[in-house]
């Protein structure tokens, strides 16, 4: 089945303790891109990457890293979580920059 | 960046087609107009996307105004699994960037 799988699905964690969510895709896309949604300000693109080793900056990419070693994955890296980056994270990919994105289930993380 | 007005909410009865509007007046001639849908508790799902001509998949039909400064969103037949929030992006082709706007929250009523 195609898809986009994100790891974890919830994350409790407390200020300054570096995490990382993981996301794959199944689909042999270019793109990937990762999202945050909260509520009032509905989705913000945090970093995207149109293939391996290229990477750009969304709208919201202050505080986050990522990284496209290879095709299938984009991990968000939080190096130092804050309590603003409280939100609910989806991943997503696509076959190219004009194509329809296909979005994970979402990881909603608590910064405590 | 090009920018989508959607209105905030409608309401639709089950079994009745429903149109969706938007306005996006300073849309670029390479812009996609793109639809997704969010049902609650689940991430965006793509439903339909053009350039310039009208398209019709198995989820809906997009009709693009010959000016291409607005475009609606039709649903044939109201589900009450069609109960979302529908939101109508640009995507300029470059690079994958997708700004959502607050979309318009569809209700459907039995």
């Known amino acids: 089945e195609a898809q986009v799988t994100q790891n974890p699905r919830y994350l409790i964690t407390v200020t300054g303790k570096k995490l990382t969510v993981t996301c794959s895709q199944n689909?042999?896309?270019?793109?990937m891109s990762w999202y945050r949604q909260d509520p009032g300000l509905g989705l913000r693109q945090i970093y995207y990457?149109?293939?391996?080793?290229?990477?750009d900056k969304g709208d919201v990419p202050e505080g986050y890293k990522v990284s496209r070693k290879e095709k299938r994955n984009f991990p968000l890296i939080l190096e130092s979580p804050s309590p603003n980056q409280t939100s609910l994270y989806f991943c997503?990919?696509?076959?190219?920059?004009?194509?329809?994105?296909?979005f994970g289930p979402g990881t909603r993380l608590t910064v405590t | 960046d090009a920018k989508t007005t959607q209105p905030n909410s409608m309401e639709s009865n089950e079994e009745e087609p429903v149109h969706l509007p938007c306005n996006h007046s300073?849309?670029?001639?390479?812009?996609?107009i793109h639809w997704y849908r969010q049902l609650p508790s689940q991430g965006p799902e793509y439903v339909i996307h053009?350039?310039?001509s009208n398209v019709n998949n198995r989820m809906a039909s997009l009709a693009i105004a010959e000016d291409r400064k607005s475009s609606t969103l039709i649903l044939h037949r109201a589900t009450l699994r069609d109960a979302a929030v529908y939101y109508c992006?640009?995507?300029?082709?470059?690079?994958?960037?997708?700004?959502f706007g607050g979309g318009t929250r569809l209700m459907v009523k039995p």
């Open positions: 990457s149109m293939n391996v080793e290229v990477t």
């Open positions: 997503a990919s696509s076959l190219s920059g004009e194509a329809e994105q296909y």
């Open positions: 053009g350039l310039t």
């Open positions: 992006i640009l995507n300029p082709n470059a690079g994958n960037m997708l700004t």
């Open positions: 300073t849309i670029s001639g390479t812009d996609y």
């Open positions: 689909m042999n896309h270019e793109y």
